[in-house]
């Protein structure tokens, strides 16, 4: 599901597994980047969500590429940072699916920017990727310099988003919360 930052789900008595819990980000919304990070694992998602919030971006999160999918249909999303390697529908599936909304039902949301998010080196990976539909790659592990440089490649379209200066990269474990089976 979705998870946001700074409250603690977990011991909220009306929260089941799976649900999906939005929290306002440290940043005025308003003005800040809408960032969907599509990962299938907790560590990589709090990674990224923890470089972008440090950015100024709203982060929502997807745990594999039919929630991504959804996502995006129901998010006025500037930005989707997307895993290759997921369950339920893979990215390279779910970039291709959201491509398809052009000639479909919503011209919009099928141009948000996409990039690749993959630990995958192999040759052809990221032209893979470019055939698919998505506008960038970014390997894994990420570096804070690259990540920023590509927002600001992809996002012209929102050029007056306040860009917080860049800080040394410390993971907060206050920062993500996950709603799991631990009660």
Not at 88 to 98: L, V
């Amino acid at each position: 599901g979705l998870v946001g930052s700074e409250m603690c789900i977990r011991d909220s008595p009306n929260i089941q597994v799976g649900d999906v819990a939005l929290v306002q980000p440290k940043t005025s919304q308003k003005n800040s980047l809408t960032v969907l990070v599509a990962d299938d694992h907790p560590i990589n998602q709090k990674v990224i969500q923890t470089m972008l919030e440090e950015m100024g971006c709203h982060v929502l999160l997807a745990s594999n590429g039919k929630e991504a999918f959804d996502c995006v249909l129901t998010n006025a999303l500037d930005l989707v940072m997307m895993d290759i390697q997921m369950p339920k529908m893979n990215g390279i599936e779910c970039a291709q699916k959201i491509r398809s909304l052009q000639t479909n039902k919503d011209p919009q949301k099928a141009l948000v920017p996409i990039i690749a998010v993959t630990a995958n080196a192999m040759a052809g990976e990221q032209e893979r990727c470019l055939a698919a539909g998505m506008n960038d790659h970014l390997p894994k592990p990420i570096d804070p310099e690259a990540l920023r440089a590509l927002i600001q490649k992809w996002t012209t379209h929102r050029p007056n988003w306040e860009f917080q200066p860049c800080s040394p990269f410390i993971p907060d474990e206050r920062k993500c919360v996950s709603i799991s089976d631990e009660r």
